[in-house]
C-alpha cells in the first residue's frame, strides 16, 4: 500500500467534513423550519383546508308549500322531475357518450356540449346537469341503457305540478332556476345556482314563506368524490302553505268566457277585497319555465300580438272610457253642479271654442237627466258636467279612490294608471291644461288609464258606498299540518267620504244600464239577481270614420263594470276585453257569465243536493237588452 | 475468512439507526395503503420483504472487504453506462419514461446501481490523485466527464430527479476533496448558460411543468400543481401533534398521489405532527452525521471518499424527497431512503448503508 493514499494526518479533510456537516445541518434546519411553519403557523388554516376536501355540504331542497283556492282545491302542488347529469372525471369518450345522449333524449348535441362546457371548472366529480326535466320515456330509454352511458347519472328534484294546467297562470306564477344577476343581488342571498326560486305571481310574492328552508347533508368524500359517509343531516323545512281568495270554478268560467279573444277580468268581493278571479287572456302554460322550454313554444308566446305573458289585469292599463262617468258624475253631484232633476241637451255633439266633441249618438240624446245620461252613457251631458268642474276637481274625486297609484295587490310590477290634472299636464308636457283636454278626460279618455284591479276597486266602492278596500289574493297562510299561521283581513285603502245620497242618484243610474229598455249594459242582465253596471269603450286610435273593416289592434277596447246583487252588493266584476270595440256587446256578456256562475254556485251551496234545477238557469235572451253599443267619441290626442 | 475483530468492530449504532428508520417507514406504509384495495401481498408485508433482503445484501456486502471494490470500479462503470445506453435504444417504457431493463428473469434500473457506481468512480479517481491546495478546473475535467456521461444518458431516459441525485452526490465529493476557489466560481458561472441550454433543449415538457408548478402551485391546482397543494394540506394539517395514526384524512381518503411512496412523508408528517417529523429529521441527520463520522475514522482515502460519497447520496434523498412533498423543491420524483415503500429503493439504499458499514468495522485493518 502506497503511504501516499493515507488521510490520517490530511487536516484539510478532517475540516471539510465540519464544513459538510454544518452545511447538512443547515438543510435540515432549513427543512424543519418549513415544517415549523406548515405545522405549526399555518396549521389551523391548512387543518380547514383538509376539511373542506373531505367535506360536502349537499344541499336537499326544502319542498315547495302548496298553494290552494279558498275552498281547499289544490292548484299548485309539487311533483318529482329527473334530470340528467354527467360526472366529466368518469367519462373517457365524450364524443360517444354525447352523441348517445343526444339520440336517446332527442337534444341538439350542440346544446349537451354547450351545457357541458358552461358546467367546467367546477370541483372535481362534480355533476354536471346536461338536460332536465325529462320525460318518463326518456328516463325509461336511459335506464334501459344504462350500461353504455358510465359517467351519467339521473337526478331528481321536485317541480311544480300545476293542477288545472294553464289556469290562473299569470297569478300563480311560475318558477324557474334563480338567474345569475338574481345571485349577485340581494335578493336572491341564501340562493345557489341551480336552485329554483319564484319567477312571477305568487310563486314569486311569496317566495319566502313558499320556499321553506332548505336542508343539507354534509357528507365525507374520498379524493374522487365518492360518498363514504353522511357526517350531519339537517333536515328541510317544507315551505308554508297558501290558501288563495280564488275561487276555482269562477275563475275557470272567466277564463272560458274570454275564449280567444285578450283582455282581462277581475272578480272582487265588495266587502272584503278578496280576489275570487283574475284572468288574463290569453294564458301561458307555467309548467313550461320549470323544465326546458320548447323553442317554438317560447316563440310563439313571444311573437303573439295579444301578449300572453303579460298579466293584463294588473299592468294593462287602459283609457277607462265611459266607466269613467261615475267618478264625473259622483263629482258633480258632490260639488252641487247636478242632480237628480237638472238635465242638459245633447245634439249629437258638444262645440267648445273651435272644436268639436261629438256624442257616439250622432243623432243626440236630446234631454237627459243624470239617470238618463249613465244609462244611455251621453257623453254630451258628461262634457258639460265636466267643463263645469275642471280636470282637477275631477282628478281629487278620483283620487278619492285611490286612482292613479298601485293598490298594492301584492303581485309584481303592479301599475297605477294616471289620473292627470293640470300640473301633471305643466310637469310632464311644460303646457297649460286647457278645457279641450278636460272634457276627453270627463268620459274616461285623453290621458286617463285604469288598470282592470283598479276597475274593480273603483265599482266595489261605489257598490258599498264608499270603502276602498285592497284587493288581495291571499286569504292566509298555513303550515304543513294545516294551521293557520297569518290570516289577512280586509284592508281599507281609502274611503271615498262621497255622501249616501250621492252614491244612491248613481247607482240608480248603473241599475238602469243593465234592467232599463235603452241601457248599454242589457247583456249582463241576470234572470234572478239584479246587476247594476256601466259600459266602457276605449279609443285605441283617434279616427273619424269607423265604417268598415279596422284591423285588429286599431279596434276599441271594450270595458264593463258592474256589481251585484244591487241592494246589498256582494261581488264587483270589471271586464277589459282589448279590441273588443264595444263595452255592451263585447265585455257585458263575459261579465254576465261570471255574474251567473257565482250566484249559481251560491244558490246551489245554499241549496243542498236535490233542490232542483238553478233558478238562473232559464235566463237567456230575457228582455231586450238594450243596443249594447255605444261610441268613444274622438279626442285630441292619441293612446297607447 | 471473515477475521473476528470484525465482529466486534461492527457498527451497531448505523445499524441500529437504519432498523428503526425502516421500523417507522413500515408502520408507515401500513397506514398509508390501508385506503387500498389490495389483492395478493400487502405492501407493508412486501416492505418486510425487501428490507429482509436488504439485511441479506448487507451480509454479502459487509464481508467483501471494501478495497476490492477499488479495483473493479472502473469496469462497473463502464458495464452500467453500457446498460443505460441500452435501456434508452431497447428499454421498457412506464409511465411515459424509459427506465427498465429486461435481462430474461429480471429487471433492472441501470441508474439505481449508477449512483454507488459513480460514488465507487469518483472515490477511485481522488484516491490516487494529489490534490493539495484544492481542485483546479483541470484538475475537475475527468471527474465531471465521469459524472456528465451517465447524468445524461439518466436525464434522457428522462429521469430528471436521479440526474440531478448523480450531479449533487458529485458535487459533494468534490466539496470534500476540496475545490480552489476560482475553479468554484468557473463552474457557477458556467452552469448558468448550461442550465439555460438544458431547459430549453434538454427538458421535457413535463419536467418544465413541474418545475414551474413547483414555483408558483396554483398554476394547475387541478393536474401536477394539485400534488404539491395536497401534500402540503396534509402535512399543516398534522399540526405539532397529528392526527394519529390511521387518522389522517388526506391520506386515509386518498387526496395525496403516490401516498407509499414519494409522498410517504405528508402521510407520516399529517398522522404524527411536527413532533413525528421532528423526531424523523433528527434520526436522519443523525445518520448523516454518523455517514460523515465514519469517513473521517476511516485511514484511507478510498474509504472516506466513498462513505462521504454514500451519506451524500443518502443526505440529498432526504433532503429533495422532503423538501418535495413540503413544497420547498420541485417534485422530481425521489423516494424518501430506507422509509418510502419500494424494492429499488430500498435495495440501492441498504448497499449504500452496507457500504458506509463496511468502512465503519474496517476502520483498524491498517
Given at each position: 500500500m502506497n503511504g501516499q493514499r493515507f488521510i490520517h494526518d490530511n487536516y484539510g479533510s478532517k475540516r471539510q467534513l465540519v464544513v459538510l456537516s454544518i452545511f447538512a445541518a443547515a438543510l435540515f434546519f432549513l427543512l424543519l423550519t418549513r415544517l415549523w411553519y406548515l405545522q405549526i403557523v399555518k396549521s389551523e388554516e391548512l387543518h380547514s383546508q383538509s376539511e373542506s376536501n373531505r367535506l360536502r355540504l349537499v344541499p336537499v331542497a326544502a319542498s315547495r308549500g302548496t298553494i290552494f283556492d279558498r275552498n281547499g282545491a289544490v292548484l299548485v302542488t309539487n311533483r318529482p322531475s329527473f334530470s340528467v347529469a354527467v360526472i366529466p372525471q368518469e367519462v373517457r369518450d365524450r364524443d360517444a357518450l354525447l352523441e348517445r345522449l343526444s339520440r336517446y333524449l332527442e337534444i341538439d348535441r350542440a346544446e349537451l356540449l354547450d351545457k357541458w362546457e358552461k358546467g367546467k371548472g367546477r370541483a372535481r366529480y362534480y355533476p354536471i346537469v346536461l338536460a332536465s326535466g325529462i320525460t318518463r320515456d326518456q328516463l325509461e330509454v336511459l335506464e334501459e341503457n344504462r350500461l353504455w352511458l358510465p359517467g351519467v347519472e339521473i337526478e331528481m328534484k321536485p317541480v311544480r305540478q300545476y293542477e288545472d294546467g294553464t289556469l290562473a297562470a299569470h297569478l300563480l306564477g311560475y318558477i324557474g332556476e334563480v338567474s345569475d344577476e338574481d345571485l349577485k343581488k340581494d335578493a336572491a342571498s341564501g340562493y345557489n345556482s341551480g336552485d329554483y326560486i319564484g319567477k312571477s305571481g305568487i310563486e314569486r310574492s311569496w317566495e319566502k314563506l313558499l320556499h321553506g328552508r332548505d336542508g343539507g347533508r354534509q357528507i365525507e368524500v374520498d379524493a374522487r368524490g365518492r360518498v363514504l359517509r353522511t357526517i350531519s343531516e339537517t333536515p328541510p323545512a317544507v315551505g308554508s302553505s297558501l290558501v288563495l281568495t280564488i275561487d276555482t270554478?269562477?275563475?275557470?268560467?272567466?277564463?272560458?268566457?274570454?275564449?280567444?279573444?285578450?283582455?282581462?277580468?277581475?272578480?272582487?268581493?265588495?266587502?272584503?277585497?278578496?280576489i275570487l278571479a283574475m284572468v288574463s287572456n290569453p294564458g301561458f302554460d307555467p309548467a313550461l319555465f320549470a323544465g326546458r322550454m320548447p323553442p317554438d313554444k317560447w316563440k310563439e308566446y313571444l311573437e303573439d300580438k295579444r301578449h300572453p305573458l303579460e298579466n293584463k289585469a294588473l299592468k294593462g292599463q287602459y283609457p277607462p272610457g265611459s266607466t269613467f262617468k261615475i267618478i264625473t258624475a259622483l263629482a258633480g253631484l258632490e260639488e252641487g253642479?247636478?242632480?237628480?232633476?237638472?238635465?242638459?241637451?245633447?245634439?249629437?255633439?258638444?262645440?267648445?271654442?273651435?272644436?268639436?266633441?261629438?256624442?257616439?249618438?250622432?243623432?243626440?240624446?236630446?234631454?237627459?237627466?243624470?239617470?238618463?245620461?249613465?244609462?244611455?252613457?251621453?257623453?254630451?251631458?258628461?262634457?258639460?258636467?265636466?267643463?263645469k268642474l275642471g280636470i282637477n276637481r275631477i282628478a281629487a274625486y278620483a283620487r278619492k279612490f285611490a286612482l292613479g297609484a298601485p293598490l298594492g295587490v301584492g303581485l309584481e310590477n303592479e301599475k297605477g294608471g294616471l289620473i292627470p290634472d293640470s300640473a301633471w299636464k305643466e310637469k310632464r308636457y311644460g303646457k297649460k291644461w286647457l278645457q279641450g283636454d278636460t272634457l276627453p278626460a270627463a268620459i274616461g279618455q285623453g290621458y286617463v288609464l285604469m288598470t282592470p284591479i283598479q276597475l274593480a276597486a273603483m265599482i266595489g266602492a261605489v257598490a258599498n258606498d264608499g270603502t276602498v278596500y285592497r284587493p288581495h289574493l291571499v286569504k292566509r297562510v298555513i303550515d304543513q299540518e294545516g294551521r293557520v299561521i297569518r290570516e289577512f283581513k280586509p284592508e281599507v285603502v281609502a274611503r271615498t267620504s262621497i255622501s249616501p245620497r250621492s252614491f244612491r242618484l248613481v247607482k240608480e243610474g248603473l241599475l238602469a244600464v243593465v234592467n232599463e229598455g235603452g241601457g248599454t249594459g242589457g247583456q249582463a242582465r241576470l234572470y234572478d239577481v239584479r246587476v247594476a253596471g256601466k259600459t266602457g269603450t276605449s279609443q285605441v286610435v283617434k279616427q273619424r270614420d269607423k265604417r268598415g273593416a279596422i284591423p285588429y289592434q286599431y279596434r276599441d277596447h271594450a270595458l264593463f263594470v258592474a256589481f251585484a246583487p244591487y241592494d246589498r252588493p256582494e261581488i264587483a266584476v270589471a271586464v277589459v276585453v282589448e279590441h273588443g270595440e264595444h263595452g255592451g256587446s263585447a265585455a257585458a256578456p263575459i261579465a254576465r257569465s261570471i255574474l251567473r256562475t257565482y250566484f249559481e254556485r251560491k244558490s246551489s251551496a245554499a241549496k243542498p243536493a236535490g233542490a232542483g234545477s238553478s233558478p238562473t238557469g232559464g235566463d237567456e235572451k230575457h228582455g231586450t237588452g238594450g243596443n249594447g253599443r255605444e261610441n268613444a267619441n274622438p279626442a285630441p290626442q292619441e293612446e297607447e | 475468512m471473515i477475521d473476528r475483530r470484525l465482529i466486534t468492530n461492527f457498527d451497531w449504532t448505523l445499524f441500529g439507526i437504519v432498523l428503526v428508520v425502516c421500523a417507522v417507514g413500515v408502520v408507515n406504509i401500513y397506514s398509508a395503503s390501508a385506503s387500498y384495495t389490495i389483492v395478493g401481498t400487502p405492501f407493508f408485508v412486501k416492505q418486510l420483504y425487501w428490507i429482509v433482503a436488504g439485511l441479506l445484501l448487507v451480509v454479502v456486502v459487509c464481508s467483501i472487504d471494501y478495497h476490492l471494490l477499488e479495483d473493479v470500479s472502473y469496469w462497473f462503470y463502464g458495464l452500467l453506462c453500457f446498460l443505460l445506453l441500452v435501456v434508452l435504444v431497447v428499454g421498457k417504457t412506464s409511465m411515459g419514461a424509459t427506465r427498465w431493463l429486461h435481462l430474461g428473469f429480471?429487471?433492472?434500473?441501470?441508474?439505481?446501481?449508477?449512483?454507488?457506481?459513480?460514488?465507487?468512480?469518483?472515490?477511485?479517481?481522488?484516491?490516487?490523485?494529489?490534490?493539495?491546495?484544492?481542485?483546479?478546473?483541470?484538475?475537475?475535467?475527468?471527474?465531471?466527464?465521469f459524472i456528465g456521461v451517465p447524468a445524461a444518458l439518466i436525464m434522457k431516459q428522462p429521469d430528471l430527479g436521479t440526474a440531478i441525485l448523480v450531479i449533487l452526490i458529485a458535487c459533494s465529493m468534490f466539496a470534500y476533496v476540496g475545490v480552489r476557489l476560482s475553479a468554484f466560481v468557473a463552474c457557477l458561472v458556467s452552469a448558468i448558460p448550461a442550465v439555460y441550454l438544458a431547459?430549453?433543449?434538454?427538458?421535457?415538457?413535463?419536467?418544465?411543468?413541474?418545475?414551474?408548478?413547483?414555483?408558483?402551485?396554483?398554476?394547475?391546482?387541478?393536474?401536477?400543481?394539485?400534488?404539491?397543494?395536497?401534500?402540503?394540506?396534509?402535512?399543516?394539517?398534522?399540526?405539532?401533534?397529528?392526527?394519529?395514526?390511521?387518522?389522517?384524512?388526506?391520506?386515509?381518503?386518498?387526496?395525496?398521489?403516490?401516498?407509499?411512496?414519494?409522498?410517504?412523508?405528508?402521510?407520516?408528517?399529517?398522522?404524527?405532527?411536527?413532533?413525528?417529523?421532528?423526531?424523523?429529521?433528527?434520526?436522519?441527520?443523525?445518520?448523516?452525521?454518523?455517514?460523515?463520522?465514519?469517513?473521517?475514522?476511516?485511514?484511507?482515502?478510498?474509504?472516506?471518499?466513498?462513505?462521504?460519497?454514500?451519506?451524500?447520496?443518502?443526505?440529498?434523498?432526504?433532503?429533495?424527497?422532503?423538501?418535495?412533498?413540503?413544497?420547498?423543491?420541485?417534485?422530481?420524483?425521489?423516494?424518501?431512503?430506507?422509509?418510502?415503500?419500494?424494492?429499488?429503493?430500498?435495495?440501492?439504499?441498504?448497499?449504500?448503508?452496507?457500504?458506509?458499514?463496511?468502512?465503519?468495522?474496517?476502520?483498524?485493518?491498517?
Amino acid at each position: 500500500m502506497n503511504g501516499q493514499r493515507f488521510i490520517h494526518d490530511n487536516y484539510g479533510s478532517k475540516r471539510q467534513l465540519v464544513v459538510l456537516s454544518i452545511f447538512a445541518a443547515a438543510l435540515f434546519f432549513l427543512l424543519l423550519t418549513r415544517l415549523w411553519y406548515l405545522q405549526i403557523v399555518k396549521s389551523e388554516e391548512l387543518h380547514s383546508q383538509s376539511e373542506s376536501n373531505r367535506l360536502r355540504l349537499v344541499p336537499v331542497a326544502a319542498s315547495r308549500g302548496t298553494i290552494f283556492d279558498r275552498n281547499g282545491a289544490v292548484l299548485v302542488t309539487n311533483r318529482p322531475s329527473f334530470s340528467v347529469a354527467v360526472i366529466p372525471q368518469e367519462v373517457r369518450d365524450r364524443d360517444a357518450l354525447l352523441e348517445r345522449l343526444s339520440r336517446y333524449l332527442e337534444i341538439d348535441r350542440a346544446e349537451l356540449l354547450d351545457k357541458w362546457e358552461k358546467g367546467k371548472g367546477r370541483a372535481r366529480y362534480y355533476p354536471i346537469v346536461l338536460a332536465s326535466g325529462i320525460t318518463r320515456d326518456q328516463l325509461e330509454v336511459l335506464e334501459e341503457n344504462r350500461l353504455w352511458l358510465p359517467g351519467v347519472e339521473i337526478e331528481m328534484k321536485p317541480v311544480r305540478q300545476y293542477e288545472d294546467g294553464t289556469l290562473a297562470a299569470h297569478l300563480l306564477g311560475y318558477i324557474g332556476e334563480v338567474s345569475d344577476e338574481d345571485l349577485k343581488k340581494d335578493a336572491a342571498s341564501g340562493y345557489n345556482s341551480g336552485d329554483y326560486i319564484g319567477k312571477s305571481g305568487i310563486e314569486r310574492s311569496w317566495e319566502k314563506l313558499l320556499h321553506g328552508r332548505d336542508g343539507g347533508r354534509q357528507i365525507e368524500v374520498d379524493a374522487r368524490g365518492r360518498v363514504l359517509r353522511t357526517i350531519s343531516e339537517t333536515p328541510p323545512a317544507v315551505g308554508s302553505s297558501l290558501v288563495l281568495t280564488i275561487d276555482t270554478a269562477l275563475q275557470k268560467q272567466a277564463e272560458k268566457a274570454f275564449g280567444e279573444q285578450a283582455g282581462a277580468a277581475v272578480v272582487m268581493d265588495v266587502n272584503t277585497g278578496e280576489i275570487l278571479a283574475m284572468v288574463s287572456n290569453p294564458g301561458f302554460d307555467p309548467a313550461l319555465f320549470a323544465g326546458r322550454m320548447p323553442p317554438d313554444k317560447w316563440k310563439e308566446y313571444l311573437e303573439d300580438k295579444r301578449h300572453p305573458l303579460e298579466n293584463k289585469a294588473l299592468k294593462g292599463q287602459y283609457p277607462p272610457g265611459s266607466t269613467f262617468k261615475i267618478i264625473t258624475a259622483l263629482a258633480g253631484l258632490e260639488e252641487g253642479l247636478i242632480d237628480e232633476r237638472s238635465s242638459s241637451y245633447c245634439k249629437g255633439a258638444y262645440v267648445l271654442g273651435r272644436n268639436t266633441f261629438r256624442c257616439w249618438e250622432k243623432k243626440g240624446h236630446g234631454t237627459v237627466d243624470l239617470k238618463r245620461a249613465l244609462k244611455e252613457s251621453c257623453d254630451v251631458y258628461f262634457y258639460q258636467l265636466g267643463e263645469k268642474l275642471g280636470i282637477n276637481r275631477i282628478a281629487a274625486y278620483a283620487r278619492k279612490f285611490a286612482l292613479g297609484a298601485p293598490l298594492g295587490v301584492g303581485l309584481e310590477n303592479e301599475k297605477g294608471g294616471l289620473i292627470p290634472d293640470s300640473a301633471w299636464k305643466e310637469k310632464r308636457y311644460g303646457k297649460k291644461w286647457l278645457q279641450g283636454d278636460t272634457l276627453p278626460a270627463a268620459i274616461g279618455q285623453g290621458y286617463v288609464l285604469m288598470t282592470p284591479i283598479q276597475l274593480a276597486a273603483m265599482i266595489g266602492a261605489v257598490a258599498n258606498d264608499g270603502t276602498v278596500y285592497r284587493p288581495h289574493l291571499v286569504k292566509r297562510v298555513i303550515d304543513q299540518e294545516g294551521r293557520v299561521i297569518r290570516e289577512f283581513k280586509p284592508e281599507v285603502v281609502a274611503r271615498t267620504s262621497i255622501s249616501p245620497r250621492s252614491f244612491r242618484l248613481v247607482k240608480e243610474g248603473l241599475l238602469a244600464v243593465v234592467n232599463e229598455g235603452g241601457g248599454t249594459g242589457g247583456q249582463a242582465r241576470l234572470y234572478d239577481v239584479r246587476v247594476a253596471g256601466k259600459t266602457g269603450t276605449s279609443q285605441v286610435v283617434k279616427q273619424r270614420d269607423k265604417r268598415g273593416a279596422i284591423p285588429y289592434q286599431y279596434r276599441d277596447h271594450a270595458l264593463f263594470v258592474a256589481f251585484a246583487p244591487y241592494d246589498r252588493p256582494e261581488i264587483a266584476v270589471a271586464v277589459v276585453v282589448e279590441h273588443g270595440e264595444h263595452g255592451g256587446s263585447a265585455a257585458a256578456p263575459i261579465a254576465r257569465s261570471i255574474l251567473r256562475t257565482y250566484f249559481e254556485r251560491k244558490s246551489s251551496a245554499a241549496k243542498p243536493a236535490g233542490a232542483g234545477s238553478s233558478p238562473t238557469g232559464g235566463d237567456e235572451k230575457h228582455g231586450t237588452g238594450g243596443n249594447g253599443r255605444e261610441n268613444a267619441n274622438p279626442a285630441p290626442q292619441e293612446e297607447e | 475468512m471473515i477475521d473476528r475483530r470484525l465482529i466486534t468492530n461492527f457498527d451497531w449504532t448505523l445499524f441500529g439507526i437504519v432498523l428503526v428508520v425502516c421500523a417507522v417507514g413500515v408502520v408507515n406504509i401500513y397506514s398509508a395503503s390501508a385506503s387500498y384495495t389490495i389483492v395478493g401481498t400487502p405492501f407493508f408485508v412486501k416492505q418486510l420483504y425487501w428490507i429482509v433482503a436488504g439485511l441479506l445484501l448487507v451480509v454479502v456486502v459487509c464481508s467483501i472487504d471494501y478495497h476490492l471494490l477499488e479495483d473493479v470500479s472502473y469496469w462497473f462503470y463502464g458495464l452500467l453506462c453500457f446498460l443505460l445506453l441500452v435501456v434508452l435504444v431497447v428499454g421498457k417504457t412506464s409511465m411515459g419514461a424509459t427506465r427498465w431493463l429486461h435481462l430474461g428473469f429480471f429487471s433492472i434500473q441501470p441508474s439505481e446501481p449508477m449512483k454507488i457506481v459513480a460514488i465507487m468512480v469518483l472515490a477511485r479517481f481522488f484516491s490516487n490523485y494529489s490534490t493539495a491546495g484544492g481542485l483546479t478546473l483541470k484538475d475537475l475535467a475527468y471527474p465531471a466527464l465521469f459524472i456528465g456521461v451517465p447524468a445524461a444518458l439518466i436525464m434522457k431516459q428522462p429521469d430528471l430527479g436521479t440526474a440531478i441525485l448523480v450531479i449533487l452526490i458529485a458535487c459533494s465529493m468534490f466539496a470534500y476533496v476540496g475545490v480552489r476557489l476560482s475553479a468554484f466560481v468557473a463552474c457557477l458561472v458556467s452552469a448558468i448558460p448550461a442550465v439555460y441550454l438544458a431547459w430549453h433543449y434538454y427538458l421535457r415538457d413535463y419536467q418544465k411543468n413541474r418545475i414551474l408548478n413547483f414555483l408558483d402551485p396554483e398554476r394547475d391546482p387541478l393536474s401536477s400543481g394539485y400534488h404539491i397543494i395536497q401534500s402540503k394540506i396534509a402535512i399543516g394539517s398534522g399540526g405539532v401533534l397529528g392526527k394519529g395514526f390511521m387518522q389522517g384524512t388526506q391520506a386515509q381518503l386518498r387526496f395525496l398521489p403516490e401516498q407509499h411512496t414519494d409522498f410517504a412523508f405528508s402521510v407520516f408528517g399529517e398522522e404524527w405532527g411536527f413532533v413525528g417529523c421532528l423526531v424523523l429529521l433528527l434520526l436522519y441527520l443523525f445518520l448523516i452525521f454518523w455517514g460523515l463520522h465514519i469517513a473521517s475514522r476511516c485511514n484511507d482515502r478510498f474509504g472516506s471518499l466513498m462513505a462521504v460519497g454514500v451519506t451524500a447520496m443518502l443526505f440529498w434523498h432526504i433532503v429533495i424527497n422532503i423538501g418535495m412533498v413540503i413544497g420547498i423543491f420541485p417534485v422530481v420524483g425521489v423516494p424518501l431512503p430506507l422509509f418510502s415503500y419500494g424494492g429499488t429503493s430500498m435495495i440501492t439504499s441498504m448497499v449504500g448503508v452496507a457500504i458506509l458499514l463496511n468502512i465503519s468495522m474496517r476502520r483498524f485493518m491498517f
